[in-house]
């Protein structure tokens, strides 16, 4: 037979565990709380020839019942009856552990303190004065290092000194008039009545409206109606008065003023190097152009590495591929229309799509490395304010921000609006934010045009698409959606330096997002589209007087206004709509078999067919175009209508129709061309 | 303390722990814990950015990006407004 029971409670990591073995040794056993999953250990040893029951409860910051380790705690400490607690407090965080305390003492419990990890806290520099401590929370304090066992015997004396003595609990927390005002006259009716708890504690718990205690309260056989009704009532008219968090706050100041004068640590750094950059960088002013320069640096560096150097290598290699693949095909004797398929449509084709890895790979793997640095979080918070200042749904730039690598999970990511409107316009302007798939569109026009302001234009593009989301978002709001704005707040992080690992993950969902398209959509695509291209096997295949010629000529004049009216053209933009990198593949393919003497450098026979203007047009169309069909069937999906999508993919090609004939004609009527 | 918290996080518009720790004058440790109190207790609401993204997309290649934080968000509920506002 124990001669008493010790419960060990305290914050998860403040060394229960270490202590409990500590204090076991093997005389323990491992279970589990009744009815829950968590741990439940238990053991015992003997102290001046008596033996004691040890109970390891699970560590928790408060007891309440928000989760199950602090019903579990709680249970125990309510109903287990343990004789003293030893609450185990990490040296280096008592200023959070003494919350812990506090309800203990409230609880009305026997408790010593065991200031754990006192090693740690010393190559802190933190200063205690344990007897001053002691005397502010009216309990013993005993300093222990419980992986060396340093401690232990003292701490079990002073719990067991405690354990034999008869000691009225004092009520550690005063709190404000009104509270203790309630807590009397909720006393005075508890008065003489079997309680499951102490009766302070209680009329505390039902003040602050415990839900679980409340519960035990009213079933509890002893109660009559009365209270029961007087509870309810409580209730009613406080419900306002945010009496609970009053409570809580008054058990911090209790553990701050404990600590006052008998804690001294050194200063903590109080301006971070995080603040001091955020004060440029989430500056109202200076926010949106900082975020400008970075992202006109990422551009410029994607064009320069991912374009100009990585990507002419992946070029020559395809292209190698795609001439030693030809040679092996004539070698083998293989009919030409695989031949053609292979070369044509694969090598030049898909291919086309697969040479802009190394761009895709640059732009993501500095967006990620912007990211792991705490950076987007400040460009989301830079932007939100803006939006909002504009009247518009901040929280959006999050969806915007995911919107460049795919519109499909930026779209996604909008449903977590809780209004309507700000869901619905984050939805429509989405798409304008350009995605991974229209980089090699653009990167193709700009390598034939403007490669000498590669990365200006580059960021020009992605900046316009921003620009007209603004500038719609405005008039939906305005116009479509009416209302008011849910109002966030993000959580600015401290930046870091980013791991090699996050980022390389981060770029690489990208990359392999890219090139598992180019293997399954875009091939599918082109595939199709070369069938279309080589019949009827009675013409020139490539040609005007195939089908895909016949239907291209037959669109075609749609875009004569913005200055690129050839059927190639046309037929790409509307490859495009299956998914973006087939305009990249189309034009690759069909260009292909148009300009065999150029050649199958799309780059040189885009430059043939195109001018800097129509370049230029033609970009701008694509970055505002009807979006994919993925992004369209997600915003189905999403708003669970065939309008929606209906009018995504019209009013965007009407503006990106409108954008591109602007373009051309202002353009022509400057004299550019 | 809690007032405090949330008034600081009202007033900016964004949570920076380090900020509400030297204006409150508090450990970033307290500061965490008042924020959790104040979530627990429904004055303060995390969103949740991505979810439900796995339902749909297990087969989008770009299915990770969708469940992506790029940055945690919180909103003051109406509780909290009520109880910035009292007083
Ligand atoms: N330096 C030091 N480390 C300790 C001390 N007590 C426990 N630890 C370590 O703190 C960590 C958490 O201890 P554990 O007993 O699992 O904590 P619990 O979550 O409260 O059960 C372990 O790595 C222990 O080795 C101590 O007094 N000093
Ligand atoms: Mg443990």
Known sequence: ?673 | MLRGILRIISRDGYISRSQLAKELNILKDIVDEGIMQLLRRGYLLEENTGEGCATFCVKCPFARNCSKEIVKTFKISAKGERYLKNR
């Open chain 1, 1 to 673: 037979m124990a001669s008493g029971t010790i419960a060990l409670v305290g914050n998860p990591n403040s060394g229960k565990t270490t202590f409990f073995n500590a204090l076991t040794g093997s005389n323990q056993h491992v279970g589990n709380w009744p009815g829950v999953t968590v741990e439940k250990k238990e053991g015992s040893f003997k102290f001046e020839g008596e033996k004691y029951h040890v109970v390891d409860l699970p560590g928790t910051y408060s007891l309440g019942a928000f989760s199950e380790d602090e019903v579990v705690a709680r249970n125990f400490i309510l109903t287990g009856n343990p004789d003293v607690i030893i609450d185990v407090v990490d040296a280096s965080n008592i200023e959070r552990n003494l919350y812990l305390t506090t309800q203990l003492l409230e609880m009305g419990k026997k408790v010593v303190i065991a200031l754990n990890m006192v090693d740690e806290a010393e190559k802190r520099n933190i200063d205690f004065d344990i007897d001053g401590l002691s005397k502010k929370l009216g309990i013993p304090v005993i300093p222990t290092i419980a992986t060396k066992g340093k401690g232990i015997k003292d701490i079990v004396k002073a719990a067991i000194d405690l354990m034999n003595r008869n000691m009225a609990a004092e009520n550690p927390v005063q709190y404000g008039e009104t509270i203790e005002h309630h807590i009397r006259n909720i006393e005075r009716l508890l008065a003489g009545k079997e309680l499951p708890y102490p009766t302070r504690w209680t009329a505390l718990k039902i003040i602050e409206g415990d839900q679980e205690i409340l519960n035990n309260i009213k079933q509890s056989p002893h109660l009559d109606q009365n209270l029961t009704d007087y509870i309810e009532k409580f209730h009613q008219d406080h419900r306002n008065e945010d009496l609970e968090l009053e409570i809580i706050d008054a058990k911090y100041s209790f553990a701050n003023k404990a600590v006052d004068g008998t804690i001294k640590r050194p200063a903590e750094e109080t301006v971070t190097i995080t603040d001091k950059i955020d004060r440029i960088f989430t500056n109202k002013y200076l926010g949106i152009p900082i975020f400008a320069g970075i992202m006109l640096i990422v551009f410029q560096l994607t064009f320069v590495l991912g374009e100009e150097i990585l990507g002419g290598l992946a070029a020559d290699l395809i292209d190698g591929l795609g001439g030693l693949l030809a040679m092996f095909l004539v070698y083998l004797g293989a009919p030409g229309l695989f031949t053609s398929f292979m070369i044509d449509g694969v090598i030049n084709g898909v291919g086309a799509v697969v040479e802009f890895v190394p761009l895709i790979l640059v732009l993501y793997l500095l967006l990620s490395f912007l990211e792991d640095s705490g950076y987007m979080a400040r460009a989301a918070y830079v932007w939100d304010d803006l939006m909002r200042r504009l009247g518009l749904q901040g929280k959006a730039f999050i969806s915007l921000i995911i919107g460049f690598g795919c519109n499909v999970p930026g779209i996604m990511s909008a449903r977590t609006l809780d209004n309507k409107k700000d869901r619905m316009i984050t939805t429509l302007i989405t798409p304008f934010m350009s995605c991974g798939a229209k980089l090699p569109i653009y990167s193709i026009f700009i390598a034939a045009f403007f490669s000498r302001h590669g990365g200006l234009i580059l960021f020009s593009l992605y900046a316009f698409g921003i620009l007209v989301g603004l500038i719609m978002a405005k008039i939906f709001s305005k116009t479509l959606f009416k209302g008011e704005s849910s109002y966030f707040i993000m959580e600015l992080p401290p930046y870091r330096i980013p791991t090699l690992r996050n980022v390389l993950r981060n770029m690489w969902d990208n990359v392999y997002g890219f090139l598992k398209r180019a293997g399954t959509v875009i091939f599918v695509v082109i595939t199709l589209l070369w069938v279309l291209a080589v019949l009827p096997v009675s013409v020139e295949p490539y040609s005007q007087l195939s089908i895909l010629g016949r239907i291209g000529a037959f669109i075609a004049p749609i875009f004569a206004p913005a200055g690129f009216g050839s059927w190639q053209e046309s037929v790409a933009l509307f490859a495009g709509i299956p998914a973006k990198e087939a305009v990249v593949g189309t034009l690759g393919m069909l260009y292909a078999g148009q300009y065999v003497e150029q050649g199958a450098i799309l780059v040189n026979a885009v430059k043939l067919q195109f001018t800097s203007l129509t370049a230029l047009s033609y970009m701008v169309m694509t970055l505002l175009y009807t979006p994919c069909i993925a992004t369209l069937s997600v915003v189905g999906k999403e708003t669970n209508s065939l309008k929606w999508p209906l009018f995504m993919a019209l009013y965007t090609f009407a503006l990106g129709w409108l954008a591109a004939v602007a373009i051309f004609q202002v353009g022509s009527l400057l004299g550019f061309s």
